[in-house]
């Protein structure tokens, strides 16, 4: 997230400039390796899905082609091999991890984004972006958002977690380095001297995860047992290294849940700053995924004790060079009204709120204009892809720099290849649908899945507000937020942010439908047949 998924982990060194202070207490110890040995003695696979940040088709069928990716190359060769699964949208991490373990879009899970705002706290919502936007913000409202509200009170509580549905059939789960983790087993999340003194955080934090629980040092249960990177210059642990030698550790000690999900966030940062094209980071990730393969005693032994599960998050656009001027200051747009600026406060006199997601961004109107009037301030901008919003039960959609317009709601006669019935009128060029009227169908283009993906965007919070998205190679930018010129950026609803890799080795089994929240339904067929 953020870079996508950079949450607190460009915090440390803005703490680390204002703390002045690096040491390190001991660490609360957890009871994890007690409780997490599967008990399962009918004799399923374990599952172990490793959710690569920004992984992409294409740099693996180049790095295939290359002869670089042997691993890849040898799940795909005893597996499944599916190069356009659909993810949740914003395609955001922290979004598409909520959508992955919950089975929901936004509508369900209610973790619009990134950023977003809350009309119930009158405040933005920051899980962390970039350096200057944290500092403008304020280092203590990001942290307790992220660390404390996203999992215990942003996460919709009605909605359970695959780790809460494994626990009520018996099963054993965990998470390594996941930031959507909640579930029924109490855990201790430990924050450092460094970072608790210029903050208000509490010295430990509790909180609800699956039976073992690996957040980088802040829950750490092999520590005193195993030496991990997990230092400042290691990101405090959210890195690729420290995944895989935890799920090693695990494997040695006999120690894997029925179901354990791994999250490696480095291939992210490698292609926010080189574009998509880079292949560097992919083929560092497939040399970490063989020494875990080994770790059985050799692949062809891996795929006889587990189900190797691997799957992208979202893709990445290429973002134009500086020197094409890729970025559109949403605020510019806004000159007659009040926004709401970086470190304010919402006031009375607020009118506007921009949550920027990257090349995708919510535009909040807390004053009586139409949300149409303001839609049409962004319109004729030719870098401006689709303007949303709803009203009572219709959802409304713009084409940026044309003035088609198209509108839709949910039921109706007709039906897309997800089973989901609709109603559409006016132009559906605007969401690059196709409409058979004979058969009563409708299909998706260069939107996958556009529909059910705004619907649950437009009903994922509180509050009035559209959804605005860039174009191919623009990114959406306000004063202080991060921008990636010249190198990958996401948020967006096309093809390129969408739609991501699946590999399933080990079993024969494959979702209903090739989507991110289709994934937990098969999870849970896959553990309990």
């Known amino acids: 997230m953020r870079q996508k998924n950079s949450l607190f982990l460009m915090l440390i060194c803005i703490l680390l400039l204002t703390s002045g202070c690096l040491k390190q207490e001991p660490v609360h110890k957890e009871q994890d390796l007690v409780q997490v040995k599967s008990t399962n003695d009918k004799h399923v696979k374990k599952v172990i899905l490793l959710l690569i940040d920004s992984l992409m088709a294409q740099a693996i069928d180049e790095g295939i082609a290359q002869k670089e990716l042997p691993t890849l190359q040898f799940l795909i060769q005893h597996g499944q091999y599916y190069k356009e699964l659909v993810s949740s949208f914003p395609t955001m991490s922290v979004t598409i991890d909520s959508s992955l373990l919950t089975g929901t879009y936004p509508d369900g899970h209610h973790v619009p984004g990134l950023t977003w705002y809350s009309t119930k706290e009158k405040k933005l919502i920051n899980y962390g972006t970039g350096p200057m936007e944290i500092i403008n913000h304020g280092v203590n409202p990001v942290l307790e958002d992220a660390l404390i509200n996203l999992n215990r009170s942003h996460l919709n509580q009605k909605i359970p977690t695959l780790y809460e549905d494994l626990a009520q059939r018996g099963l054993k789960s965990g998470s390594i380095n996941g930031l959507i983790y909640r579930g029924p087993i109490g855990h201790v999340l430990t924050i450092p001297p460094w970072i608790q003194g210029p903050t208000s955080l509490p010295r430990t934090i509790p909180v609800k995860g699956p039976d073992y629980l690996s957040l980088g040092s802040l829950s750490d249960p092999l520590d005193g047992l195993k030496e991990l990177p997990d230092g400042l210059s290691n990101r405090l642990g959210l890195n690729n290294r420290y995944s895989i030698e935890t799920v090693k550790y695990l494997i040695h000690a006999n120690k894997l849940p029925d179901f354990l999900y791994v999250y490696l ?36 032994e891996a795929l006889k004790k587990a189900t190797f599960i691997v799957v992208g998050d979202s893709g990445m656009t290429q973002i134009l060079p500086a020197e094409e001027n890729p970025l559109i200051e949403l605020s510019s747009f806004f000159n007659d009204y009040k926004v709401l600026r970086d470190g304010e406060s919402v ?21 009586a204009d139409k949300l149409k009037d303001i839609a049409y301030l962004l319109k004729a901008d030719p870098r401006i892809d689709i303007i949303a919003w709803k009203e009572k039960k219709w959802m409304y959609a713009i084409q940026g720099n044309t003035s088609k317009e198209l509108k839709f709601k949910v039921n109706g006669k007709l039906i897309d290849p997800y089973q989901q019935k609709w109603t559409i009128k006016q132009d559906a060029e605007v969401l690059d649908l196709k409409i058979n009227a004979q058969q009563q169908t409708v299909s998706y283009g260069k939107y996958p899945d556009v529909l059910q993906r705004l619907y649950g965007a437009l009903h994922s919070h509180d509050g009035e507000f559209l959804i605005v998205t860039a174009k191919r190679g623009f990114e959406l930018a306000d004063r202080n937020s991060p921008t990636h010129k010249g190198g990958g950026g996401h948020g967006s609803i096309g093809k390129t942010e969408s739609l991501v890799p699946l590999i399933i080795s080990g079993t024969e089994q494959k979702p209903q439908y090739l989507r991110i929240i289709d994934l937990k339904s098969f999870l849970l067929k896959l553990l309990t047949k």
């Open 265 to 300: 966030p480095d291939l992210d940062h490698q292609i926010h700053k080189k574009g998509p094209s880079d292949l560097k980071g992919v083929k560092e990730m497939d040399k970490q995924l063989q020494s875990l393969l080994q770790s059985f005693g050799s692949p062809e």
């Open 347 to 367: 006031t009375e006199e607020t009118e506007i709120v921009l949550a920027l997601n990257e090349t995708m961004a919510y535009v909040y109107k807390l004053k």
